[in-house]
């Protein structure tokens, strides 16, 4: 038997998202998370059973018997990645496991735990241990420690019950060499059956915008070398064959220099790929948006998030409307795909500011019509952001509402009956600090908003 079976339940399935998220062709994303631990741990001599529930067929996803059933076979030490949306789910989850089989011990991380770590483990006995922020260091000390049942308060950047209740151990110094890393295990899996294949580069975000998991960090970013990226990419296309890749960095332009050194580096490998990435607009002149496009990025996404320079002030995004504007024209000319980004329900945003970003939210749709995949989302109350601290003891909850819309509990496909609905509803009523991301910063009109997004997403 393995010595940890490693599940990623950060699916992109979620609880709604009708055909996108659970029909039988949603997008698969490679578990890259994931994948970093799993290197981490052979490296150590540990043998990794993994598994990646996005790979379950629809009709089994939400059948918690079947799920647990599955595990039957699985290590005695299971390490879950949970992202915000599948938490509730995977609580639900935790319990059949831990009431089928006590002796298993459950250890969870990811971002969908950041911020909530001491309520998670306080209100879910059938968490075993936390982990927090990066794993890969963490994950191998942790499992030796629970192999060898040494004492866990030696293990850095823990949260773990025992008998004698729950115990936090001092944070783990974050690594700041990335380049100490291995790369993910391709191995492990079957990269040509993942829709996106995917690196991350750099790790953190210099920009701190109001409603994001990154408002509130210390740590700086952490950048991988140039050469130990451009390694990993001539791997990626000449043992695997990628022709597509997308770069996870939040933001891969800040630092001008590091990005046109990767076009220079990325020319001379001469390999045949396509490039999507995700830059603040302010980081990006024509020069750089030049190389980027004959270093083979031919996608680019811009979290633009308001049409509203007040909102835009008010939320910390480092550039303006106007400014937003123009570089998306010069975009144009450079890059096949633009995505823009726009949120909505912001607690403080007038219903003239709602309007002039539903506005141009349609507009940039039509503009980029054949290489667009600009989204309007609403906005999620994430505990480890800035609104959150002023605005996160005003939230409430919505089946309406909910960003997640929980709109496809009510789908009508066979396998979607299989969604315990009430359980979770209960669930996420009951604990909102730690389930906000179901939950809407309430102010004036947000109803009225709400039935107008709809009522044009319908006309166009
Ligand atoms: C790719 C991506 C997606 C993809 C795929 C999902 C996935 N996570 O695989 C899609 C498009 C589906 C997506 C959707 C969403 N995403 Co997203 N996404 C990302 C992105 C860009 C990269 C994730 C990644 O691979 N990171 C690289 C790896 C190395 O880091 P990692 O996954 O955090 O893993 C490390 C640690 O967390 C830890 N760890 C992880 N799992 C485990 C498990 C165990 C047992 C242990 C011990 C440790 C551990 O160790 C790993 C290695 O150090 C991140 C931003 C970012 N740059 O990280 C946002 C990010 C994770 N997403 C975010 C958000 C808000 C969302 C959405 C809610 C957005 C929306 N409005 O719909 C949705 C729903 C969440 C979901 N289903 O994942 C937020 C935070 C989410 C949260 N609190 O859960 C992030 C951080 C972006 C941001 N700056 O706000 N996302
Ligand atoms: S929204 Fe984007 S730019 Fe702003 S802090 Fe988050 S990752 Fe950084």
Redesign the pocket.
């Known amino acids: 038997m393995a010595d940890i079976t490693?599940i990623n339940f950060?699916?992109?399935l979620?609880l709604s998202l009708g055909e996108v998220g659970t029909g039988s062709n949603r997008c698969k994303?490679l578990?890259?998370?994931?994948l970093?631990?799993v290197s981490s741990l052979e490296e150590k001599g540990f043998e990794v059973d993994f598994r990646d529930y996005q790979f379950l067929p629809p009709e089994k996803f939400y059948d918690i018997e079947s799920l647990a059933s599955s595990l039957k076979s699985s290590s005695d030490i299971l390490?879950?990645?949970v992202?915000?949306?599948?938490l509730p789910f995977a609580m639900l989850f935790f319990k059949e496991i831990k009431e089928r089989f006590p002796e298993k011990r459950i250890?969870?991380?990811?971002?969908?735990v950041?911020a909530i770590e001491e309520k998670l483990m306080k209100e879910f006995p059938w968490v075993d241990v936390l982990?927090f922020?990066?794993?890969?260091q963490?994950?191998t000390e942790l499992l030796d420690s629970m192999i060898k049942e040494k004492d866990l308060k030696k293990v850095e950047g823990i949260s773990f019950r025992s008998k004698k209740g729950i115990f936090f151990t001092p944070p783990r110094k974050t690594l700041s060499d990335l380049d100490k890393l291995l790369y993910p295990d391709y191995h492990k899996i079957k990269l040509k059956d993942y829709d996106l294949k995917?690196i991350?580069t750099a790790?953190g975000?210099c920009f701190r915008c109001a409603f994001?998991?990154?408002s509130l960090d210390h740590t700086p970013v952490r950048y991988r070398s140039i050469d130990n990226v451009m390694k990993e990419i001539e791997l990626l296309a000449s043992e695997f064959g990628c022709t597509e890749l997308k770069i996870?960095?939040?933001n891969f332009a800040f630092n001008k220099k590091r990005a046109r050194l990767f076009c220079t580096e990325l020319k001379k490998l001469k390999v045949d790929l396509r490039l999507d990435i995700s830059v603040t607009l302010s980081c990006l002149n024509e020069n750089l948006m030049r190389e980027l496009s004959s270093a083979g990025v031919t996608s680019i996404l811009f979290g633009i998030e308001s049409a509203s320079n007040r909102i835009l002030k008010r939320i910390n995004k480092p550039f303006t409307l106007e400014q937003a504007e123009k570089a998306i024209k010069k975009s144009a000319n450079y890059f096949d795909a633009i995505e823009l980004s726009f949120i909505w329900g912001f607690p403080f945003e007038t219903m003239q500011e709602f309007r002039k970003t539903l506005f141009y939210y349609i507009y940039y749709g039509g503009l980029f019509k054949e290489k667009n995949k600009t989204g309007l989302?609403m906005l999620?109350p994430?505990p480890?952001s800035m609104l959150f601290k002023e605005f996160g003891n005003s939230i409430r909850f919505s089946e309406e509402l909910s960003?997640n819309g929980l709109v496809s509990l009510n789908d009508s496909r066979d396998y979607m009956q299989l969604i315990p609905r009430k359980e979770l509803i209960s669930l996420i009523k009951t604990y909102p600090k730690i389930f906000s991301?179901f939950y809407y910063y309430p102010h004036r009109d947000i109803k009225k908003k709400n039935y107008l997004l709809k009522k044009n997403l319908e006309i166009t």
């Open positions: 490693l950060n699916t992109g979620n994303y578990p890259v998370g994931s970093y631990l390490g879950v990645s992202s915000t949306d599948m250890i969870i991380g990811g971002p969908g950041k982990v922020g990066d794993g890969e963490t994950i995917s991350i790790r975000c994001c998991n990154h996870l960095d939040d989302g999620i994430l480890e960003w991301s």
